[in-house]
């Protein structure tokens, strides 16, 4: 099975950028869909992106639509999340997740695997 270990947050303030990073072992990130979800204080878990194994297919909750961009490095076994233009919602323990289904994944309960998050923190 994959480990995953994320890295990357902070706190900034709204309008600044941040570039998380999840880095896999055990397995190579190439044999799962990748996510990235986060979760307010108080919140459910909610899905952020998600990307096809061979990369070439994204997909992005509406909010961050435009400001976010997930990425993958099969080669360093690395998923990324540059998130620009942050928002003061955006605010949350960011966690990266793998799934070994088919086809982009939205749901919490399909990624079998998880880190176990990185604080991003945006004042206002």
């Known amino acids: 099975q994959v480990q995953l270990l994320e890295s990357g947050g902070g706190l900034v303030q709204a309008g600044d950028s941040l570039r998380l990073s999840c880095a896999a072992s055990?397995?190579?990130?190439?044999?799962?869909?990748m996510g990235w979800f986060r979760q307010a204080p108080g919140k459910e878990r909610e899905f952020v992106a998600a990307i096809l194994r061979s990369g070439d297919s994204t997909y992005y909750v509406d909010s961050v639509k435009g400001r976010f961009t997930i990425s993958r490095d099969n080669a360093k076994n690395t998923v990324y999340l540059q998130m620009n233009s942050l928002k003061p919602e955006d605010t949350g323990v960011y966690y990266c997740a793998a799934s070994q289904r088919s086809g982009i994944k939205v749901a919490p309960f399909e990624y079998a695997y998880w880190g176990q998050g990185t604080q991003v923190t945006v004042s206002s």
């Open positions: 055990g397995r190579t990130v190439s044999s799962y869909v």
